[in-house]
């Protein structure tokens, strides 16, 4: 029964570790619909939650301008 305490314990915290990590976002610049070559961003845990929530692009005229970001 402790050996299975342990491995949990340390499966646990060996997932804590995968999550507080810092995680890489890709994200790519239009300019009326044009996009440029993908950038690599670290998402900011304090302000956004997920790489989507970084998203600030607006349609103008059927085209794409601003900043989009997928996780990676």
């Known amino acids: 029964m ?6 949990c314990a ?4 060996l997932a804590g570790l ?3 990590c810092n995680k890489k976002c890709e994200c790519k610049t239009y300019i009326m619909g ?3 070559n993908p950038t ?3 998402l900011d845990k304090d302000s956004y939650k997920k790489c989507s ?3 600030t692009y607006v349609m103008i005229d ?3 301008n601003g ?6």
Do not use: P
């Open 2 to 7: 402790k050996k299975i305490m342990v491995i």
């Open 10 to 13: 340390a499966t646990l915290m």
């Open 18 to 20: 995968a999550t507080s």
């Open 34 to 36: 044009v996009a440029s």
């Open 40 to 42: 690599e961003l670290e």
């Open 53 to 55: 929530d970084m998203n």
């Open 62 to 64: 059927g085209k794409k």
């Open 67 to 72: 900043l989009e970001c997928t996780s990676k």
